[in-house]
């Protein structure tokens, strides 16, 4: 992790994904791209005031100078791009090397309208770089302690462990590898624990403190049950799979449901075979 770029549009949800973005920058000797986006719907608001960008550009050195103290020695850009935010915030973490994005799930304000419907989901969707994201308002630690990591059976859930591996050396935190039974039957009981036999070598090769726990689920409501595991373990951050099988359930048919009620923030890998894994 060497670029962490922070959706801004001033409202208390990207003060929170700033906050955590710092909280990261400080583990990991990384540099933050503070981005705002001049989106369609912004123009009226340039047309009317002469000064609205000004405005933009010294509201957003302020946040900068918020980010130098609380880690004085992190390099902190300011950024101003124009488009549709997904398309603008995507397409520029993709020309950073090993860089993530930070976003909060909530705010309109010089984002366009329906963001937690829209413009979070579509990001998600289109980034080619891991994205952390979170709901306004929610009351959580930046210092991670307990990283919630959901397995299931496609070959593609373990690109997530490396990506979790990182973060665990980072805070110093231990890793809960959670084997998802669904459906629960034999074959998928023999996949998963296939599945979490490689995660835990994973770990044990990094070195990192970790626990391996499997639960049969014999109801459709996958995502609550992963989400309620997650806050029992006591976890303050949950990493899933951008997966497109849609008998997973991080599938795109659950992903609004899981932004819309998940209280930690949620590190979302996309699935781009960066890390192929041999079962």
């Known amino acids: 992790m060497k670029n962490i770029l922070v959706g801004i549009d001033f409202s208390n949800s990207s003060m929170t994904a700033m906050r955590h973005a710092v909280a990261l920058a400080l583990k990991s000797d990384s540099t933050l ?19 609205y960008l000004g405005d933009i550009q010294q509201k957003l050195n302020e946040w900068v100078e918020l980010c130098k103290k609380e880690s004085p020695n992190t390099p902190v850009n300011s950024i101003i791009l124009e488009g549709k935010v997904h398309l603008a915030i995507t397409e520029y973490a993709s020309n950073l090397p090993e860089s993530i994005i930070v976003m909060g799930a909530h705010g309109t304000s010089g984002f366009e309208e329906g963001y937690i419907g ?28 307990k990283i919630f990591v ?23 935190a231990q890793i809960f590898l959670f084997g998802v039974n669904y459906p629960n039957n034999a074959e998928v009981r023999h996949i998963i624990n296939v599945q979490l036999r490689h995660a835990a070598d994973m770990c044990d090769e990094a070195n990192v403190r970790y626990v391996v726990e499997a639960m049969n689920i014999n109801h459709n409501d996958v995502c609550n049950t992963i989400l309620q595991s997650a806050s029992d373990y006591d976890s303050n951050i949950i990493v899933i799979m951008r997966e497109e099988n849609e008998t997973d359930f991080t599938a795109s ?8 009620t998940c209280a930690m923030p949620l590190y979302i890998i996309p699935n781009v075979n960066a890390y192929s894994v041999s079962r």
């Open 253 to 260: 048919r659950n992903m609004r449901q899981i932004l819309s």
């Open 118 to 145: 829209n413009n979070a989901y579509r990001l998600i969707n289109g980034a080619t770089v891991p994205v952390l994201i979170m709901r306004e308002n929610i009351q959580i630690n930046r210092d991670l302690h």
């Open 33 to 51: 791209h503070l981005v705002w986006v001049k989106t369609p719907g912004a123009m009226k608001n340039i047309e009317e005031n002469e000064h």
């Open 150 to 172: 959901p397995i299931d059976t496609s070959f593609e859930t373990l690109q997530k462990i490396k990506h979790a591996i990182d973060l665990a050396k980072m805070f110093a």
